[in-house]
């Protein structure tokens, strides 16, 4: 299934990894005299965006798979994690947690008649209106996140 729930997850697992390694890349180089300039801020906004992407596609993931809710949130926090997601993934594709489609239908499982379950149904039902939320909540958070500054001075 080429947008299954599966293919779109390992994709974005994948790409977390690897933008980790940008960002990792980056960070060494101007510890090694700035080599590339701007690297840093490159490298972490491609970082920033992947990461929050794959959170957003763990959390949908999780839910059309009915993941506990533990799971879901191990997915995200896992993220902070550099190169975390990967093995995640692979650990998750032995577990047989990523097989099937996207539930789209009601069915007879109980489950199906919560209000989290029906909404994300209709989302699912509807990947165009699903494509355009994301992609207006999604920069809104990058947006508010970059108006926080680097996560070193959140806190200061």
């Not at 974005?12 to 960070?27: N, R």
């Not at 489609?101 to 039902?125: M, V, Y």
Request: proline letters at 6%; glycine letters at 8%; aromatic letters at 12%.
């Amino acid at each position: 299934m080429k947008n299954s729930p599966k293919s779109i997850y390992k994709f974005f697992a994948t790409g977390e990894a690897i933008t980790w390694g940008l960002l990792i890349s980056a960070l060494i180089s101007r510890a090694l005299g700035d080599l590339v300039p701007h690297a840093v801020t490159v490298a972490g906004s491609i970082h920033g965006a992947t990461f929050l992407s794959y959170c957003v596609v763990a959390v949908l993931v999780g839910l059309n798979q009915r993941w506990a809710i533990g799971r879901i949130a191990g997915a995200v926090a896992l993220a902070i994690v550099p190169f975390a997601t990967v093995p995640f993934d692979r650990r998750l594709g032995k577990q047989n947690a990523l097989e099937g489609g996207w539930r789209t239908e009601t069915s007879d499982d109980p489950r199906d008649q919560g209000f989290i379950d029906r909404l994300f149904r209709w989302f699912i039902a509807r990947p165009v209106v699903l494509v355009l939320v994301i992609a207006v909540a999604l920069p809104a958070i990058f947006v508010f996140l970059l108006f926080l500054g680097p996560p070193t001075e959140w806190f200061d």
